[in-house]
Each structure stands twice: as C-alpha cells, then as structure tokens.
C-alpha cells in the first residue's frame, strides 16, 4: 500500500505561483509512474491529468498547463511536487496527486490516490 497526502493548496491571485507538495509512505518502491490531477468545480466526474513523471524521470504535461507547471519527484524525500505559476482563474480547482504501482510478487499494482487539495486563483 501507498499513503498520499497533498498539501500546499492556497487562495492565490491572477499570475501569482504555488507549489503544491505531495508526501508519499509505504510501499514507495513499488511506484512505477505519478502524477498531478485536478477536479474543477462543477466536473464531478472528471479529472484531468496535468503532468505525469516516470520513474526514469520522464515528464508529460496538459497543453493547459505545459510551460507554466514543472512536476519533479524527490525520492529521497518521497515527495512529489507540482510549481505551478503564471497561475489563472480557470486553474481553480482541488488538486490531487495518484500513484501507479507495478504489479509483481510484492507489489499490487494498484493506483492510489491522495485527499486533494484546494487551489483557488482569484481574478
């Protein structure tokens, strides 16, 4: 098993910068790839995935964020973190980190997903 917990959520204004933090515990050595989500109000059911980090260090980004978020992963600390600037009020939204695990003969294989945390960007 994995434990997420994000933290560094804020209200922030237009253009301002956030870096949003997740701890990671348990089994971390399992992790083969994490990433970034945000749920935006009134989307329920949906999260999308805004950068994406391997364990050889490979990132991905959203279009909507590319040149803007940098995702880094400090495995020493088992903390993934998310610098977000150029911040905008369609980034509103509560953030959550995941996990994927490989699946072996000790590890599950399954995605964990951390409680979210709130960014507001005010205009």
């Known amino acids: 098993q994995v434990q997420l917990v994000e933290s560094g959520g804020d209200l922030v204004q237009t253009g301002g910068s956030l870096i949003l933090s997740c701890a990671t515990s348990?089994?971390?050595?399992?992790?083969?790839?994490m990433g970034w989500y945000r749920q935006a109000p009134g989307n329920q059911h949906l999260r999308e995935l805004l950068a994406h980090i391997v364990r050889d260090g490979t990132t991905n980004y959203a279009d909507s964020v590319k040149g803007r978020f940098t995702i880094s992963r400090d495995n020493a600390k088992n903390t993934l973190t998310l610098r977000m600037n150029s911040l905008k009020p369609q980034d509103t939204a509560v953030y959550y980190c995941?996990?994927?695990?490989?699946?072996?003969?000790?590890?599950?294989?399954?995605?964990?997903w951390g409680q979210g945390t709130q960014v507001t960007v005010s205009s």
């Open positions: 995941n996990a994927d695990l490989i699946f072996s003969s000790r590890c599950s294989g399954e995605t964990y």
């Open positions: 348990g089994d971390t050595t399992c992790i083969s790839a």
